[in-house]
């Protein structure tokens, strides 16, 4: 397994952008495909998007495709989630994933090990 912290979370106002990192640690995180999360307050944690190993492959939520973008950076062992034209309902606590290999196009949360411990994502309208 690889260690997660993520990073870049805030308050911003319908309409504005943020962008997540996730920070790896493990020299084999290029062998690790990863995603993020997001739960809100009552809600089960929901899959917002996923990248496999080598980034040549993505997958988003119906919810957010084309307003939000997932890419990674292995020599750095980063994965950015790039959030744009945010709403209100993007308001949750957004988490980093990985997990070694193949994943689903459509993952669950099941489906990766390793975890970051969330960061705070807040939409005022």
């Known amino acids: 397994q690889v260690q997660l912290v993520e990073s870049g979370g805030g308050l911003v106002q319908a309409g504005g952008s943020l962008k997540l990192s996730c920070a790896a640690s493990?020299?084999?995180?290029?062998?690790?495909?990863a995603g993020w999360f997001r739960q809100a307050p009552g809600k089960e944690r929901d899959f917002v998007a996923a990248?496999?190993?080598?980034?040549?492959?993505?997958y988003y939520a119906d919810s957010v495709k084309g307003r939000f973008t997932i890419s990674r950076d292995n020599a750095e062992n980063t994965v950015h989630l790039q959030m744009n034209m945010l709403k209100p309902e993007d308001t949750a606590v957004y988490y980093c994933a990985a997990e070694f290999g193949i994943i689903p196009t459509i993952p669950r949360p099941d489906d990766f090990g390793s975890w970051g411990q969330g960061t705070q994502v807040t939409v005022s309208s």
């Open positions: 990248i496999t190993w080598n980034g040549k492959s993505t």
């Open positions: 493990g020299r084999t995180f290029s062998s690790y495909a």
